[in-house]
């Protein structure tokens, strides 16, 4: 098993916008599905948005309209670019895919 690298996290006012990104191993970017997950405080993971080889794209109700997922093919890169985020994202962001453990994740944190 490998892992991803996520980054992108930080502090974000209501309304505003982050981006974050997912470095997946090439062998492993070009095979799967690779999904964005979630874990806030006292709550379980929870998956928020997967992309696959051909871009096609799912989103959990919570985020749809919100959030983009989208892949970078040369960087092997997956980004979740989130926009008008809200106090109830604020959560620890994981990438997944078949193959790769669980990450570090990266910390969303939504306050004013």
């Known amino acids: 098993q490998v892992q991803v690298v996520e980054s992108g996290g930080g502090l974000v006012q209501p309304g505003g916008s982050l981006r974050l990104s997912c470095e997946v191993p090439r062998t492993i970017f070009k095979s799967y599905i690779i999904g964005w997950y979630r874990q806030a405080p006292g709550k379980e993971r929870e998956w928020v948005a997967r992309?696959?080889?051909?871009?096609?794209?799912g989103y959990a109700d919570s985020v749809k309209g919100r959030f983009t997922i989208s892949r970078d093919n040369p960087k092997n890169t997956v980004y979740l670019q989130m926009n008008n985020v809200l106090p109830e994202d604020t959560a620890v962001y994981y990438c997944?895919?078949?193959?790769?453990?669980w990450g570090q994740g990266t910390q969303v944190t939504c306050s004013s």
């Open positions: 997944k895919t078949t193959g790769t453990d």
């Open positions: 992309i696959t080889t051909s871009s096609n794209t």
